[in-house]
């Protein structure tokens, strides 16, 4: 391992930092936003459920508002008091933040970002967990749904394209350089579709409006690192001696669900592994993330299209499903505030399920945050040391740069990226594709 201990956990105690514009503006305005959303639910409540229902609706305007004080005003961050089989796990571990600072407190400024940050969103599900009525209600989906409705121009345009390669796969004697560099255009799209973040702009539109198949050769001099020929050789090696099972942790719902639908779907034709494994969010989380529930509706939004080509797809698509080609997992871990080195002992099943991978790909921003332990590490860190010994399965992180830590780089590649723009670790302008193997891990 590198001589370097572990530094600080990003914070908004840090003011002038991202983290600190985050927890004082960002969040509270995502909070006002759903605040807005349950509150023009009210006469469509009513109607359905008459005056119980309305009473719940006003009782959970009233949590997130009284929430939203909690945070503006530094209070004391509080136990998590619904029934979900989480509860314990958080309020737990609330006791361990505060164990960490020396006064024994936790309050939203002044504890780790990544924690306060995911303790909003399960308190926004705890608003609604305590109704009886209105408990399943999401109120992120009507934004999740426009972002996939208003993104269908880039959707048709990739999956022509994926079309295409179908075509291009069943040619005889297909140069493995050809496949290969199918195989790192698909990636690319999966990584630059995780531009399409709601929570990153507060939750206001945030869209692919045009092909990014066009964007490629534009966006690659912002990719800081790109391991992608390092996750082609293992799958390459893996395919001689097994059936290859490939596993994508997703991240945001809408274009970016669809182009990591597509590099699945392309791995599949390419024959180049055999079982996907699609791990969604349980809950409502971070404003676009990807539930079951919006995978379903995602493909019966296709299946119900007047484009021939989306509904083909969605055909093609749901009958993976159906077969178990694809097969979606759910699982609490996902939307806890630990880091993934806690992975092991907290969900020691997910992490037992996860080696079973030869491959997994974590999509964006909030996974790699998770996978860094969310600190405040050099740039020029490795990869392998922030990870700090989680390594079910050899994995590659796919992630527009949303927050401001990024570790890898090579000497003087930041302070480049600096020089060219100020915001350059938090606008989803610049990427990377990084890999870990099992080997590198224990180096």
Same mark, same amino acid.
């Given at each position: ?57 006003? !009782? ?29 796990? /958080? ?35 705890? +608003? ?35 079309? %295409? ?88 719902? @809408? ?8 590099? !699945? ?6 024959? $180049? =592994?055999?079982? =996907?494994? $699609? ?12 539930? %079951? ?70 999509? @964006? ?7 860094? @332990? ?16 989680? $390594?079910? +399965? ?13 570790? @890898?780089?090579?000497?003087?590649? +930041? ?8 915001? /350059? ?19």
């Amino acid at each position: 391992m590198e001589d370097e201990g572990v530094p600080d956990s990003l914070s908004a105690r840090f003011k002038g930092t991202f983290a600190y514009d985050t927890v004082k503006d960002r969040m509270p305005q995502i909070l006002t936003k759903v605040i807005d959303t349950v509150h023009r639910q009210k006469a469509q409540v009513h109607e359905k459920l008459g005056n119980e229902g309305s009473g719940e609706l006003k !009782a959970i305007v009233h949590r997130l508002s009284k929430l939203r004080n909690e945070m503006q005003t530094d209070k004391q961050v509080v136990p998590i008091e619904d029934a979900r089989s989480d509860v314990q796990t /958080w309020n737990s571990y609330l006791e361990t933040e505060k164990q960490r600072n020396s006064d024994n407190s936790c309050s939203w400024f002044t504890s780790a970002w990544l924690y306060v940050e995911c303790y909003m969103y399960r308190r926004i599900q705890e +608003a609604f967990e305590l109704s009886t009525l209105l408990s399943d209600m999401d109120p992120f989906r009507e934004q999740k749904q426009t972002a996939l409705r208003s993104s269908e121009e880039a959707v048709i345009a990739l999956l022509m394209h994926l079309q %295409h390669t179908h075509k291009t796969l069943s040619q005889k004697n297909l140069e493995q350089a050809s496949l290969q560099t199918l195989f790192e255009e698909f990636v690319e799209v999966a990584l630059w579709g995780n531009k399409c973040d709601l929570s990153i702009s507060a939750g206001h539109d945030n869209f692919q409006t045009s092909s990014v198949l066009s964007q490629l050769d534009t966006l690659r001099p912002y990719l800081l690192v790109n391991n992608t020929a390092d996750v082609w050789q293992t799958m390459q090696l893996a395919k001689k001696t097994r059936c290859v099972r490939l596993d994508i942790v997703l991240d945001n719902a @809408g274009f970016e669900l669809i182009t990591d639908l597509c590099l !699945a779907d392309f791995l599949l034709a390419a024959k $180049l =592994v055999d079982t =996907v494994y $699609l791990h969604p969010k349980s809950l409502p989380w971070f404003v676009s993330d990807v539930t %079951h529930h919006d995978i379903r509706w995602t493909l019966s939004q296709l299946l119900e299209s007047d484009k021939q080509i989306l509904v083909d797809f969605g055909r093609s698509w749901q009958e993976k499903l159906d077969q178990g080609a694809w097969v979606v997992k759910e699982h609490d871990f996902w939307t806890l505030p630990h880091d993934y080195s806690e992975m092991q002992a907290t969900a020691p099943d997910l992490y037992t399920e996860l080696a079973k991978s030869d491959l997994i790909f974590f999509k @964006g921003d909030l996974n790699y945050r998770k996978l860094t @332990g969310d600190r405040k590490w050099r740039h020029t860190t490795s990869y392998k040391t922030a990870l700090q010994g989680f $390594l079910p +399965a050899p994995h590659c992180s796919l992630r527009t740069l949303k927050a401001d830590v990024v570790v @890898g780089l090579e000497v003087g590649q +930041a302070e480049t990226a600096q020089k060219a723009r100020a915001d /350059w670790m938090v606008s989803g302008t610049y990427a990377v594709i990084q890999f870990c193997n099992v080997s590198q891990a224990v180096m």
